[in-house]
């Protein structure tokens, strides 16, 4: 709150919410906590204690919104993070320490950065979680234990560091066990029947026999690389080195074990919470460094650094097994296989949109533009194959558009036609090639198709539907060109 009203820092200030018919004070800020308010107070007795006491509106979703936001904010110090209800959050921070030069350093910088946004903040780092905990809220001497040292952190803290249940925590002190010491050595069938399971498992949480696994709040990639800043990268030239750094990084482990990326996210973290993000994919898993950068360089001008970007990760979301393929030496290889071809579909996308190569298969159908069928996939293989013992137009209309003919007599091609406010005499015709659609299909008139030339040379498609008779006029229309 004082955070988007700075005004409130000095002042006595309180959250309430209304419990039951009454207002309830939920948070109290410093201030008003030295004048003897506390969270849980009635409003009413709140502001007989203190009657200029601010009293603001809280939210029920707001904490679990704040460690949200703080999570995710702190995946600039590692990649997994998780939020520990109701005002806590949980790190792993194994490989990252050394990026700040050591945990004593990585745990200053970060209790440092959270303090200048304004909060109280207690931190501790251990080989457990149980121990983390137990050391973050209730020890007193060092925050961070080492290896091999959690029965001795643990030996003077309460019973309540373990995170045991309300009920075992009443009664630990009726029986004289004030400290985790005083019952950390007890037989463990002792403990059992007199606490239950629950007990024994956090003992073996806190003291690394049993495993514990957090939720991160962003599912962690297998194949994901960090890079963070000594200073904020606020340049297009200092991104496109980071990129390249991270890049490199990471396209070695994938052709290491043999993978290429399909679909990559290039995040930076900027230095006001904010994050910058593009995505790149490709048609063929590729691991190639210099093609992977071109494909991304051509977004970097969307990224926004403003005050400075600290942190950036490159994450691949989709990963697929790369497989070798044996390139012929004295023919060139211009398939859709070809690694060549493959990047350039990917340059193409990446700069006009993942929806401008289009790639069609043949279909068995009479009618031309049914004879076509759009591909799921550049890897979708044909069902059947093409049809190339007859002449087709290099440029095929979507759908056949209606011309102005005149034709000398009927059954025969016109002498000219009108196409889009143009007359075009026709010079030569090809024989009729009739088409007709099939009977299972809408049925309809069949087609007579001429291949003709006009008088500079250009080449159309043009095809009569039905045929004439005393009722009949038909209709002439445009399908095609050719070069």
Not at 132 to 157: F, N, P
Not at 274 to 286: A, G, R
Not at 440 to 463: P, S, T
Request: aromatic share 8%; proline share 6%; hydrophobic share 40%.
């Amino acid at each position: 709150m004082i955070r988007r009203q700075p005004h409130l820092k000095d002042v006595p200030f309180v959250l309430a919410l209304p419990d039951r018919g009454k207002i309830i004070l939920t948070e109290v800020s410093a201030a008003a906590q030295d004048r003897g308010l506390f969270a849980g107070m009635v409003a009413a007795d709140a502001t007989v204690v203190l009657p200029e006491v601010v009293m603001l509106d809280d939210k029920p979703d707001l904490t679990q919104r704040l460690l949200q936001n703080l999570a995710l904010w702190c995946i600039r110090y590692t990649p997994t993070t998780a939020i520990d209800a109701p005002d806590g959050l949980i790190l792993d921070v194994t490989g990252c320490t050394h990026l700040w030069g050591g945990e004593e350093n990585y745990l200053r910088n970060l209790i440092g950065k959270l303090k200048e946004f304004g909060y109280h903040v207690r931190a501790a780092m251990a080989d457990t979680i149980g121990t983390a905990w137990a050391i973050c809220r209730h020890g007193k001497i060092k925050a961070i234990i080492k290896s091999g040292e959690q029965v001795e952190a643990l030996m003077t803290l309460p019973p309540a560091a373990l995170r045991l249940e309300i009920d075992t925590l009443d009664q630990l002190p009726k029986l004289g066990l004030n400290q985790i010491g005083s019952f950390l050595n007890m037989q463990r069938s002792a403990l059992r029947r007199r606490f239950g399971q629950q007990m024994l498992l956090r003992l073996d949480q806190a003291l690394g026999k049993k495993e514990e696994f957090i939720e991160p709040v962003i599912p962690v990639e297998p194949y994901g690389e960090r890079l963070p800043c000594l200073e904020p990268i606020q340049t297009a030239k200092g991104i496109e080195i980071a990129l390249e750094t991270i890049l490199e990084v990471l396209c070695s482990r994938l052709q290491k074990e043999g993978k290429g990326l399909r679909v990559a996210s290039f995040k930076g973290y900027r230095v006001d919470e904010k994050i910058e993000q593009v995505q790149i994919s490709t048609n063929h898993p590729s691991n190639n460094t210099e093609h992977l950068f071109k494909l991304i360089q051509q977004k970097i001008e969307t990224i926004e650094p403003a005050l400075g970007i600290e942190l950036f990760t490159l994450e691949a979301l989709k990963v697929e097994d790369i497989q070798p393929t044996q390139q012929t030496f004295w023919t060139s290889n211009s398939s859709l296989e070809s690694s060549e071809v493959s990047q350039l579909l990917d340059r193409l996308e990446s700069k006009f949109g993942n929806k401008i190569v289009h790639r069609y298969l043949p279909d068995e159908h009479h009618l031309p533009e049914r004879s076509i069928k759009l591909a799921t996939s550049l890897k979708e293989p044909p069902a059947t194959s093409w049809q190339i013992e007859k002449v087709r137009p290099i440029q095929l209309l979507r759908v056949p558009e209606l011309i102005h003919v005149t034709a000398p007599i009927p059954d025969y091609p016109p002498m000219n036609f009108r196409y889009k406010g143009q007359v075009h005499k026709i010079i030569k015709a090809d024989a009729c090639e009739r088409l007709e659609s099939e009977w299972w299909a809408d049925g309809g008139l069949h087609r007579d198709y001429y291949i003709v030339e006009d008088e500079e040379g250009k080449r159309h498609w043009l095809f009569r539907l039905g045929h004439y008779d005393n009722d009949n006029n038909p209709s002439w229309f445009i399908h095609g060109f050719f070069a």
